[in-house]
């Protein structure tokens, strides 16, 4: 079964993960739902990520779930910007993209069976 996650960027510039080359690159509420939805729907995040581990075959291979039917909108908020994202990863699938993307700066509202 699907699942609803709002989310909330407070500082849109902040969003940004600890390792350059896996973080978001947008600017704008579009481009991060779209940065987002690649990450969910694709395992080239993870698989970038794994290959900077220290023992790459050791990653937990959970972490690389995908779904490819995954949605991702955004819609910007005053300074803020807010994501919805409809998926049927694993919650810890889910928040481990988003701490590649944007380390600790989202803010997980709400969560609703899709």
Known sequence: MATRYHLRLPDPALARGPIASLS??????????EELQAALRSPAL?????????DPDGVEPTLGAVDPAAVVTGEQADLSVRLQATTVLPGAVFKHRLRLLAGSHWELR????A
């Open 24 to 33: 978001f690159h947008s600017v704008g509420a579009e481009g991060f739902a």
């Open 110 to 113: 709400d969560v609703t069976s």
């Open 46 to 54: 993870f698989e970038r990520w794994r290959d900077l581990q220290e």
